[in-house]
């Protein structure tokens, strides 16, 4: 799937067969917002590949948001699949929503939005019967305003 989608100060392209080197970009980007010890970015092939090996997962669908210069943004789908079961309503697909990032000269334009919308309506057509996430307290706000509400049933060790 692509999206083309602009205002007047920004055209975006968001495709599902992204380029591994992109993926892989955005990401050391992101941690690199956090880990001062990290590095710009220079290409590293090897991180390259683990990317690389982590999307080829046909669980994994990415996103990636770009404008006619480069990538910038992206999101995961994962889908999990429950064990059959005789009830109607314990068995089928769900997804994980997650690595959603914008870069941050690039946020408060609507792009997490945009990747959301493709997240979710991926979701709707594969019939998932729900999608999780793992919100910061700071995107608890835009997932809200897609639909997502607190459900404190999960324990994390």
């Known amino acids: 799937m692509i999206a083309f989608w602009g205002s ?18 955005l990401r050391w980007s992101w941690a690199r917002e956090s ?41 995961c789908l994962t889908e999990y699949t429950r064990m059959p079961s005789p009830r109607t309503g314990a068995a089928g697909s769900w997804g994980y929503l997650g690595h959603l990032y914008v870069r941050s000269e690039y946020r408060g334009a609507g792009i997490g939005a945009q990747l959301i919308n493709c997240v979710l309506r991926t979701a709707e057509h594969r019939g998932y019967r729900k999608v999780i996430l793992s919100p910061t307290e700071l995107s608890i706000p835009l997932y809200s305003r897609h639909g997502f509400t607190r459900d ?6």
């Open 8 to 25: 007047m100060s920004l055209s975006m392209l968001i495709t599902d067969s992204p380029a591994t080197s992109a993926v892989a970009e």
């Open 152 to 157: 404190n049933d999960v324990m994390v060790r």
């Open 35 to 75: 880990d001062d010890a990290i590095g710009p970015w220079r290409g590293d092939r090897s991180f390259t590949a683990a990317v690389g090996s982590w999307t080829d997962d046909p669980q994994r669908t990415v996103w990636v948001a770009h404008t006619p210069d480069h990538a910038v943004g992206m999101v």
